[in-house]
Structures are given as C-alpha cells and as structure tokens.
C-alpha cells in the first residue's frame, strides 16, 4: 500500500523553463510534507516543506503547492537549471495517528536539466 | 553539508555476519531516524529514537536492532546478513521527532552483502 505515489519516474526539462513534479497522497492524517533531492551516493537534502494548514510555500526558485482536497502537492522549480538535475523524493508525516514523525517517502522523480 | 554524520561509508562484508552502523545528528537534535533504502523498494523507515528511547518503528526486521546513546549517537546493529540487506542505510535527525518537522539526513552508509 503505497500512501506517498510520485507518477513520473523521470523529467526532462529545458534549462531556463519551469519543472513541476507531482506528488499524490492517500492518508488523509498526513499534515507535514517535504520535497527531497538526492544525487546518486548522497542523502536527501531537504529543499522545502509545507504544513497542511497552508496552500503554498516559497523559497527563491522553488514553490509547493498543497492542494489538500485532491490529496495533491507539487513542486515548482523557476527557472531550470542544469545543476537541478537529481531525484526528487516528495515525503509526508503525521503528528498523530501512530507513525509521528517518521517520513513516507514517494518513490522519486528523476528530473534532468538540459542546457 | 547537512550536520548529519555517518560512519562508515561503504561496508561489505559476507552473509550470516554482523554490522554496527553509527549516526551523529546535528548538533541540538534529539531525534535520531534510520532509513533503508534498496533498489525496489526506494526510502523506507526502519526505526526512531527520542533523547534514547525508542518512539516508532517501521518496517525493521528482528535480525536488526539499534539504540540510541546518552550522547544521542545512535547505531543500527544489522545481525545474521543476509544478500537481500544489501542497501543505502541512511540516518536522519530532527528537533524533536514528533512530527511536522524537518529531518536531516546523513550520506549514508552503503552495504553489500556478499
């Protein structure tokens, strides 16, 4: 039962254009959600989170978008840039429900960057 | 550099040993988070430690234990191995672990089971 679904295996976007990866969720108690890139042999490094109590989050070129009705996030990276080029994990939590704290992680979005 | 220490790296070693894996979260952290991932089956959650005791577990099988030390070092012990526990093994360290707050995740330390 796969509670965090990320559709795309992979992207491939022209550098300067926008990139929007996309994110579905099933558990209705999930309230914290975070996007993740990864580099092949590195950790995830944290790029942005959103609480459900809010629509949308900014920071510089990258923006969540948390559409709960839909159990739907996506995350916008404007403009592209070839460095973006990773796997982009998105992850929920819950504060309550019996898995506090620990992380569902989607299975990744391979985003390539071209120049 | 996300303040999250992992030793060591890279580990092989041969079916039915034991390892010993070890985290150091950031600095003021309390939490300490450990993670498997595998190639089918992408991040998985294995088990959670608070200021030393254990608050959740996941998907962590009974050859595998860890603790979490009055310093808040934690390490994954990973006994009996198997081929199938070839992973990235990740550690992960948050404020307080109680949910809607960031984790921080360490490099990594790879397995290979031989």
């Known amino acids: 039962d796969q509670q965090v679904k990320q559709n795309s295996p992979s992207l491939s976007v022209q550098e300067g254009r926008i990139s929007i990866l996309n994110c579905d969720y099933t558990?209705?108690?999930?309230?914290?959600f975070l996007w993740y890139k990864k580099y092949p042999a590195e950790g995830p490094t944290f790029l942005i989170s959103i609480s459900s109590i809010k629509d949308k989050n900014e920071d510089g070129r990258f923006t969540v978008f948390l559409n709960k009705s839909a159990k739907h996030l996506s995350l916008h990276i404007v403009p592209s840039q070839p460095g973006d080029s990773a796997v982009y994990f998105c992850?929920?939590?819950?504060?309550?429900?019996?898995?506090?704290?620990?992380?569902?992680f989607g299975k990744g979005t391979k985003l390539s960057v071209k120049p | 550099d996300s303040g999250v220490t992992q030793t060591p790296k890279h580990l092989i070693t041969a079916t039915g040993q034991r390892v010993t894996l070890r985290c150091s979260p950031r600095?003021?952290?309390?939490?300490v988070y450990w993670y498997q991932q595998s190639l089918d089956q992408g991040l998985q959650f294995l088990i959670q430690y608070y200021n030393g005791e254990e608050r959740a577990k996941g998907n962590i099988l009974e050859r595998f234990s860890a603790q979490q030390f009055p310093d808040l070092h934690s390490e994954l012990n990973l006994s009996s191995l198997e081929l199938g526990d070839s992973a990235l093994y990740f550690c992960?360290?948050?404020?307080?672990?109680?949910?809607?707050?960031?984790?921080?995740f360490g490099p990594g330390t790879r397995l290979l089971v031989l």
């Open positions: 600095s003021g952290d309390l939490s």
């Open positions: 558990n209705s108690m999930f309230d914290y």
């Open positions: 992850a929920a939590s819950a504060a309550y429900g019996g898995s506090q704290g620990n992380l569902i």
């Open positions: 992960a360290s948050s404020v307080g672990g109680t949910g809607s707050e960031t984790q921080y």
